[in-house]
């Protein structure tokens, strides 16, 4: 990659600092911890250099320039501007030597509309930015890009991270493809095979620990301290940064239109802080003239920014014992939660939760349209609705749910659910099997024969004629 090195000249590059969310302490961006020296909270990613006497730039580009460059980059085959995070590098901290980015050609995820979900939700205007398409399956790699990339330039032989699965298997890919190691920490038992799979595969000391997300965080928040390895989960202000990038990507999409809603999965809290941040600074920088409302959704069993909201007006983080079929997004004590407020509170945006059964439904709604995901991107969609009936979201509004994770990643999931044997047990069995058996797909185990076959066909033609009124 050195002809990226020869041809990013010094405006391409971003001068930043990281400063505390918390008490505001600055320090340089080259400082390897990811916490506040001072006060022990998250850091954030800030570009002093942007405001100048003739407003913000970015780079030294006004708006208009700043579109047009990634506007032609879009034609370029160097690495680094086909992936759809360096793409956008001006807002982005620099690396002191972009021959050290390590790229799996992220991000250019898709935009889909969503017709029948959009009916299901009572809305005109309904979109899925699939983060799912990114080279591991999720959004992670967006971010992982970056961070990934500024451990190399540091020097790093390690790194590591909790995961609930999909950071693992992205941090596990990016580490490969740079010849670092990588520790991965995950609870026993609670993340999909898809994942763990990738992990493996990617070469990374996989261990899984007989506790929950949390508990895994704890232990590596203290082997960090002990080790030289460097920390890769959403704490880390640089993998925010990379995952700002779906957020440009998406208003550039819309001809630089913010939709009118957003709407995110919460979990840790990384994703919709990063989403929330990029659409503010696109606002300062001029990219876009108005803020989308961005709005978080949660699972009922893993709701501690819902009841941090409702409880305390944001003021004091509840944190819960986490349950949910989503596994993604089974997280009690959500890192980022103080700039997801923040987030919340600058853009209007919405909080709420969804059960373990509007859950389901929702993701086989989105499969029905033939996109697909995994449980913790269809809480969009169930959230989507209560929204629309609360009235926050009217029915001639955009909204673009953001899709997290591919369909792929959790296939148990979706088995279990077409088979009718998600609920099996459960006090939702009843409920579960009239709302969801519509959605259910069985697989037939049949003998061999042609007339067996053919009566199976024949007879979902009638029943799909009548489902779907002849259509
Ligand atoms: N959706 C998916 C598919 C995820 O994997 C995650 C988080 C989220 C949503 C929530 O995003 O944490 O930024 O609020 N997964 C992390 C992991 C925690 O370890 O893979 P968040």
Redesign the pocket.
């Known amino acids: 990659m050195t002809d990226q090195a020869a041809s990013a000249s010094k405006l391409e590059t971003g001068v930043s600092q990281l400063r505390c969310i918390a008490c505001g302490a600055v320090r340089e961006s080259d400082a390897t911890n990811v916490r506040c020296a001072h006060c022990g909270d998250l850091l954030e990613v800030v570009y002093p250099g942007w405001k100048t006497s003739a407003g913000m730039r970015a780079a030294g580009l006004d708006a208009p320039e700043l579109k047009e460059l990634w506007r032609q980059r879009r034609e370029s085959y160097k690495p680094l501007d086909q992936s759809g995070v360096w793409r956008f590098r001006e807002v982005l901290p620099a690396l002191s030597d972009w021959s050290q980015v390590i790229t799996l050609r992220e991000g250019n995820t898709p935009v889909y509309e969503l017709p029948g979900c959009g009916r299901a939700a009572g809305v005109q205007q309904l979109y899925a930015k699939h983060q799912?398409m990114n080279p591991t399956g999720?959004?992670?790699d967006t971010g992982m890009t970056s961070a990934a990339s500024f451990a190399r330039e540091r020097g790093f032989r390690w790194v590591a991270?909790?995961?609930?699965?999909?950071?693992?298997?992205?941090m596990a890919a990016y580490a490969a493809r740079a010849g670092m190691r990588s520790l991965v920490l995950i609870p026993q038992g609670q993340i999909t095979w898809g994942?763990l799979s990738q992990a493996l595969d990617y070469g990374a000391v996989t261990c899984q620990l007989k506790t929950d997300?949390d508990g895994c965080m704890r232990v590596l928040g203290e082997v960090v301290q002990r080790m030289p390895v460097y920390l890769l989960?959403?704490v880390n202000p640089y993998r925010l940064e990379g995952?700002k990038t779906a957020a440009v990507e998406l208003v550039e999409r819309f001809d630089w239109q913010a939709p009118d809603h957003v709407i995110?999965?919460?979990?840790?809290?990384?994703?919709?802080?990063?989403l929330g941040k990029a659409f503010l600074e696109m606002k300062e920088l001029g990219l876009i003239s108005r803020l989308p409302k961005l709005s978080?959704i949660q699972a009922e069993g893993a709701n501690a920014l819902v009841r941090t909201m409702r409880e305390t007006g944001g003021r004091k983080l509840i944190s819960v014992h986490a349950e949910t079929m989503?596994t993604?997004?089974r997280?009690g004590s959500?890192a980022?939660w103080k700039k997801?407020v923040r987030v919340l509170e600058a853009t209007g945006g919405a909080v709420e939760q969804v059960s373990e059964v509007e859950i389901a439904l929702a993701k086989a709604e989105i499969g029905a349209d033939g996109i697909g995901c995994?449980p913790?991107?269809a809480v969009t969609l169930a959230g989507l609705k209560k929204l629309v009936k609360q009235g926050f979201v009217k029915r001639n509004e955009s909204v673009v749910l953001i899709l997290?994770?591919n369909l792929l990643?959790d296939p148990d999931f979706t088995l279990k659910f077409h088979r009718g044997d998600l609920f099996a047990g459960t006090p939702q069995e009843e409920e579960a099997e009239s709302i969801l058996s519509p959605r259910q797909h069985a697989p037939m185990v049949l003998d061999a024969n042609v007339n067996t076959v053919v009566k199976v066909l024949e007879h979902a033609e009638r029943t799909e004629s009548r489902e779907y009124g002849g259509r």
């Not at 991270?161 to 992205?170: D, I």
């Not at 995110?264 to 990063?274: E, H, I, R």
Request: aromatic content about 4%.
């Open positions: 799912g999720s959004f992670k991270c909790a995961s609930t699965g999909n950071t693992s298997a992205s994942k997300f989960n959403s995952q995110v999965p919460g979990g840790n809290l990384g994703n919709s802080s990063a978080v989503a993604a997004i997280i959500p980022s997801a995994e913790a991107s997290t994770g990643k």
